[in-house]
Structure formats: structure tokens, C-alpha cells
């Protein structure tokens, strides 16, 4: 009934296990009515029995490094402090396994951990390296792409050689030609001055971190399109320019720069309109608003037209003599009404006469001393003290 395998571990048909014992190397049994309760010692299920003594302090400082490493925040300082304590606490282990336990094995991994950390550690520093620009560069990082969160690294890679170029102008030479130039490109003014012109009139002009070709590059339809003004430069320029193949590729890969930098071109393009619209003066010295195109003309439209109507009414009621009773307005009313050519209120007949009320020159020249009168004893008019009743 009872068996001893190899391992000296017993075995019985039926048996049950209830009860484990720190005992020693020994196993016992008990026969019951229908199995078999074995005692096993720890020693038989591979736990240990006897523990060493605490390693030396140089895996203590190791782990102590680990400890720290993996509690600090994960911001940029973050990460660099954390692969320095991680760099020190594997030398710490692989000083540890060669010369405490002299474990090859231990010592190999410990020391390809440490080679890790440390390219992990000059990567992310020269990742952190300062990126410093041109003074004109510089300029429209700060004034342009640096409030929209843009980082340098990521600025850089806009104005690299792989995707954009510096240019320069002289005076009067031209950057666009009106009808010839085709726009497939984006320009942005670095410094001097440069002149915005339509078949010999002036425009506006463009300064220094300003678009050149905002509108063009906006409303592009096809490739074949072409400016529809000339931009010249009224003085020495430097200018950075994208072309716009080079622009859709980079804003595949960076999506982030291609909604700014449509965001600033949208905002050069509102900047370009205000600049038009105040050139453009209604005959009554004021500027259209250009926010509104179509309210502005119907409210202009309705204007004139019920000035037109007003003055053909005065006209139509010059004509007629003018006395001060009600069928003089009545007649009047009727004359407009057959020589205009609309009916008002839709009404014609229903219409009742209103009664002429006297002038306040009329009133006063009849009712003076009392209206004087009136007047004198009125806190309305003479004081801020209230009437008692």
C-alpha cells in the first residue's frame, strides 16, 4: 500500500496531505479507516531552512540607489538624476559580484545594465543641450513660435536646410512678380521692409517677422496658380522661405508645428485685410467693417433707399399748399400715394387723419405768464429739493 519514490518522498493510494511540520528530514504516517495523513517537513517542498546573514554593505548602498532612483518625478531633471543613481548603484553591484561573491554571471549583467544607463544618460543630456540660432531667427522664435509652447528642437527642424532657406533682396528687386510668379511657396520677412503692389499702386507694406505670401499660400487652388500682386523690397531684406512640398511632408511627421504655423499664417492674413480696410474710406470719412461685408452693405442699402423715399416725400409734399387743418395731411397723403409707386401699411382707405397739434411756439406765445409761473415752482427744473404734498 505504501511506495518510496526516489526522492524519498512517500506515496499512497488514497493518501491525503493535512498537516505540514518544520520538522527534519523525516516523514511519518498514519494508516486511518480509508486513506493515509502525511507530515512533510519544509526541507521536502524546497523552502529554505537555514538563512544566511545580510550581504555586504555594498548591495545595500546598490539597492539604496535603486530605491531613490525609481521615487524621483518623471520630469527632464527627473530622468537624468534617475539614470545617474542607476549608473551608481550597478557599480556598486558589479564591485559587489567581483570581489564579494565572484559571480561571473553577476557580474556580466550588472555591467550591461550600467553600459545602458549610461548611453541612456548622454542622450537624454545632449538632448538638453542649449539650441541657440541666429539674432534674426532668434527673433521670430521668440515673437512668434515660442508663445504657442513650440520648442527649439522643434523649431530647429522648421527652419533646417532639409526644409526651408535663407534669402536676401536688395532694393527694388522683387520676390513675386504680379501674373508671373507662382505660389508654391511661403516666405517669412526676417528684416527690412518690403512693399505690397497692384498693377503700380501701392497697397500695404510688410515688416520684419511677417509673412510675404500669407493670402497666396492660403487660397492656393491649383499649381498653376500665380500672384496676383507684385512684392517688392523697398530695402536691403533677409527672408525664410518653405517650399510648400517640403512644408507637407514635415507636417505629416509633425502635426503639432503644421496647426501653429496655421494659426500664424491665418493671423498674418486678418493683420493683411485690417491694414486694406483702412485704406478704404466711405464718403462719409468712416472705415467699412470687414468683419460683417454683408450686413455692412444691406444697412447702407436700406439707408440710401429710405433717404430716397424721404426726400421724394418732401418733394411730392412741397408741392402741395400746407394749412393747418386735417384735410391738408389728408390731401397730402393722398397726392404721395398717386404719384408714389407703393401703398403704405397696405391701407389705403382704413387710414384716419391724425389732428395737427399746436407748435410750442404757439403754446407759449398764448399761455407765457403761466408757463413762467409754472416753471418757477418746479423743483424739476430750478433745484434738487423735492416737493412736499
Same mark, same amino acid.
Given at each position: 500500500?505504501?511506495?518510496?519514490?526516489?526522492?524519498?518522498?512517500?506515496?499512497?493510494?488514497?493518501?491525503?496531505?493535512?498537516?505540514?511540520?518544520?520538522?527534519?528530514?523525516?516523514?511519518?504516517?498514519?494508516?486511518?479507516?480509508?486513506?493515509?495523513?502525511?507530515?512533510?517537513?519544509?526541507?521536502?517542498?524546497?523552502?529554505?531552512?537555514?538563512?544566511?546573514?545580510?550581504?555586504?554593505?555594498?548591495? $545595500?548602498?546598490?539597492?539604496?540607489?535603486?530605491?531613490?532612483?525609481?521615487?524621483?518625478?518623471?520630469?527632464?531633471?527627473?530622468?537624468?538624476?534617475?539614470?545617474?543613481?542607476?549608473?551608481?548603484?550597478?557599480?556598486?553591484?558589479?564591485?559587489?559580484?567581483?570581489?564579494?561573491?565572484?559571480?561571473?554571471?553577476?557580474?556580466?549583467?550588472?555591467?550591461?545594465?550600467?553600459?545602458?544607463?549610461?548611453?541612456?544618460?548622454?542622450?537624454?543630456?545632449? $538632448?538638453?543641450?542649449?539650441?541657440?540660432?541666429?539674432?534674426?531667427?532668434?527673433?521670430?522664435?521668440?515673437?512668434?513660435?515660442?508663445?504657442?509652447?513650440?520648442?527649439?528642437?522643434?523649431?530647429?527642424?522648421?527652419?533646417?536646410?532639409?526644409?526651408?532657406?535663407?534669402?536676401?533682396?536688395?532694393?527694388?528687386?522683387?520676390?513675386?512678380?504680379?501674373?508671373?510668379?507662382?505660389?508654391?511657396?511661403?516666405?517669412?520677412?526676417?528684416?527690412?521692409?518690403?512693399?505690397?503692389?497692384?498693377? $503700380?499702386?501701392?497697397?500695404?507694406?510688410?515688416?520684419?517677422?511677417?509673412?510675404?505670401?500669407?493670402?497666396?499660400?492660403?487660397?492656393?487652388?491649383?499649381?498653376?496658380?500665380?500672384?496676383?500682386?507684385?512684392?517688392?523690397?523697398?530695402?536691403?531684406?533677409?527672408?525664410?522661405?518653405? $517650399?510648400?512640398?517640403?512644408?507637407?511632408?514635415?507636417?505629416?511627421?509633425?502635426?503639432?508645428?503644421?496647426?501653429?504655423?496655421?494659426?500664424?499664417?491665418?493671423?498674418?492674413?486678418?493683420?493683411?485685410?485690417?491694414?486694406?480696410?483702412?485704406?478704404?474710406?466711405?464718403?462719409?470719412?468712416?472705415?467699412?467693417?470687414?468683419?460683417?461685408?454683408?450686413?455692412?452693405?444691406?444697412?447702407?442699402?436700406?439707408?440710401?433707399?429710405?433717404?430716397?423715399?424721404?426726400?421724394?416725400?418732401?418733394?411730392?409734399?412741397?408741392?402741395?399748399?400746407?394749412?393747418?387743418?386735417?384735410?391738408?395731411?389728408?390731401?397730402?397723403?393722398?397726392?404721395?400715394?398717386?404719384?408714389?409707386?407703393?401703398?403704405?401699411?397696405?391701407?389705403?382707405?382704413?387710414?384716419?387723419?391724425?389732428?395737427?397739434?399746436?407748435?410750442?411756439?404757439?403754446?407759449?406765445?398764448?399761455?407765457?405768464?403761466?408757463?413762467?409761473?409754472?416753471?418757477?415752482?418746479?423743483?424739476?427744473?430750478?433745484?434738487?429739493?423735492?416737493?412736499?404734498?
Amino acid at each position: 500500500m505504501r511506495e518510496m519514490s526516489a526522492g524519498g518522498i512517500l506515496h499512497d493510494r488514497g493518501a491525503t496531505l493535512v498537516q505540514v511540520l518544520p520538522a527534519a528530514d523525516n516523514v511519518t504516517w498514519e494508516e486511518g479507516p480509508f486513506n493515509f495523513t502525511n507530515y512533510i517537513s519544509f526541507g521536502t517542498l524546497g523552502w529554505c531552512t537555514v538563512w544566511q546573514e545580510s550581504q555586504h554593505w555594498l548591495f $545595500q548602498v546598490a539597492n539604496t540607489c535603486f530605491l531613490v532612483s525609481y521615487a524621483v518625478p518623471t520630469n527632464r531633471y527627473g530622468i537624468v538624476f534617475m539614470h545617474s543613481l542607476l549608473i551608481v548603484g550597478f557599480m556598486f553591484f558589479t564591485t559587489w559580484a567581483w570581489k564579494i561573491v565572484c559571480a561571473p554571471d553577476v557580474f556580466t549583467w550588472n555591467l550591461c545594465f550600467l553600459s545602458i544607463n549610461a548611453f541612456q544618460l548622454i542622450y537624454v543630456i545632449y $538632448q538638453m543641450r542649449p539650441v541657440q540660432f541666429d539674432p534674426e531667427l532668434e527673433e521670430v522664435f521668440q515673437l512668434l513660435f515660442k508663445p504657442f509652447k513650440v520648442t527649439r528642437l522643434q523649431f530647429k527642424k522648421l527652419v533646417s536646410e532639409q526644409f526651408a532657406q535663407i534669402m536676401s533682396l536688395h532694393a527694388g528687386e522683387a520676390y513675386a512678380m504680379q501674373n508671373l510668379t507662382k505660389t508654391d511657396r511661403l516666405g517669412l520677412l526676417l528684416s527690412g521692409k518690403v512693399n505690397v503692389m497692384q498693377d $503700380q499702386q501701392f497697397l500695404h507694406p510688410i515688416n520684419a517677422c511677417e509673412f510675404l505670401d500669407s493670402p497666396e499660400f492660403e487660397s492656393r487652388a491649383s499649381s498653376e496658380d500665380k500672384f496676383k500682386v507684385s512684392i517688392v523690397a523697398a530695402t536691403t531684406c533677409r527672408y525664410l522661405y518653405w $517650399q510648400r512640398s517640403a512644408l507637407e511632408y514635415l507636417f505629416i511627421k509633425e502635426t503639432y508645428l503644421a496647426t501653429v504655423l496655421a494659426t500664424l499664417v491665418a493671423r498674418d492674413i486678418t493683420t493683411k485685410l485690417y491694414a486694406m480696410n483702412n485704406k478704404i474710406i466711405t464718403e462719409k470719412g468712416s472705415h467699412l467693417d470687414i468683419r460683417l461685408p454683408s450686413i455692412t452693405s444691406t444697412l447702407s442699402a436700406n439707408r440710401d433707399a429710405a433717404s430716397r423715399a424721404l426726400k421724394k416725400h418732401n418733394v411730392i409734399l412741397n408741392t402741395n399748399t400746407h394749412t393747418s387743418s386735417p384735410n391738408s395731411t389728408n390731401d397730402s397723403r393722398e397726392l404721395l400715394i398717386k404719384k408714389s409707386d407703393f401703398v403704405p401699411n397696405g391701407k389705403v382707405v382704413e387710414m384716419t387723419p391724425v389732428k395737427e397739434v399746436a407748435s410750442f411756439d404757439d403754446i407759449k406765445s398764448s399761455h407765457g405768464s403761466e408757463i413762467d409761473t409754472w416753471l418757477d415752482a418746479s423743483s424739476k427744473f430750478n433745484s434738487c429739493e423735492l416737493i412736499e404734498t
